[in-house]
């Protein structure tokens, strides 16, 4: 088993300019996630999702968007990319039984 | 919404030294987790409470959980230069696998 996968590993990108990132597992989960972490700070809900098809808002939603297609992947769009969205973006999924959340090794972006 | 703090935010410890982290929330929950990220790394799960009033241990570690279900501690017994990392809590208030993390807790262990 892969668990949570993540791509790109990294990715520098133009202020205003768009990209997907992608998260994929291989366990079956029904729940997944995606975050962002900056500097010594904790980890931002951006989006969720709690099956195929559906997704909800986070804490900080704005500036991204989000589609679960296949009950594998998440992912997330940027549409017009800002230097404040320079991050570390988490992926991350669990199931409803324990809510144990297996992470992605991460996307580092940064917008100049 | 709901709010998840942690202390102290950096503890710089000697090798040997105990080590606790500490989560409070705003909120009643009706899990939390905790988690290790190592720098560079990735969070990785350690342990979830669900019952007030529990405790875990895992080896150096012990973890508890409130009476109250609103706070919550991790405490590492003689810190070796392995547990050096962060540790989140994450707080979840609904049950609907929608948890808040606390900004961590950064330990570094002086060999």
């Known amino acids: 088993n892969a668990g949570v996968t993540q791509t790109p590993k990294f990715r520098v990108l133009k202020t205003g300019q768009s990209m997907t990132l992608l998260c994929a597992q291989d366990?079956?989960?029904?729940?997944m996630y995606w975050y962002r972490q900056d500097p010594g700070m904790g980890l931002r809900l951006i989006h969720y999702?709690?099956?195929?098809?559906?997704?909800a808002k986070g804490e900080v939603p704005d500036g991204y968007n989000v589609s679960r297609l296949k009950k594998q992947n998440f992912l997330l769009g940027l549409e017009s990319a800002a230097p404040s969205q320079t991050s570390v973006y988490f992926c991350?999924?669990?199931?409803?039984?324990?809510?144990?959340?297996?992470f992605g090794p991460g996307t580092r972006l940064t917008v100049t | 919404g709901q709010q998840v703090m942690q202390i102290p935010q950096y503890q710089h410890v000697q090798e040997g030294e105990d080590f606790t982290t500490y989560c409070n929330s705003s909120?009643?929950?009706?899990?939390i987790q905790w988690y290790k990220q190592r720098p560079g790394g990735h969070p990785v799960f350690l342990i979830q409470?669900?019952?007030?009033?529990e405790v875990k241990k895992q080896k150096r570690l012990t973890f508890q959980f409130g009476e109250a279900k609103k706070n919550s501690s991790l405490h590492i017994t003689a810190t070796q230069t392995t547990d050096v990392g962060t540790y989140f809590c994450?707080?979840?208030?609904?049950?609907?696998?929608?948890?808040?993390f606390g900004d961590g807790t950064t330990l570094t262990v002086k060999p």
């Open positions: 991350a999924s669990t199931t409803p039984l324990n809510y144990e959340q297996y």
């Open positions: 366990m079956n989960h029904e729940y």
């Open positions: 999702s709690v099956g195929e098809g559906t997704t």
């Open positions: 909120t009643t929950l009706s899990n």
């Open positions: 409470l669900v019952k007030s009033g």
């Open positions: 994450a707080g979840d208030n609904t049950n609907a696998g929608k948890s808040t």
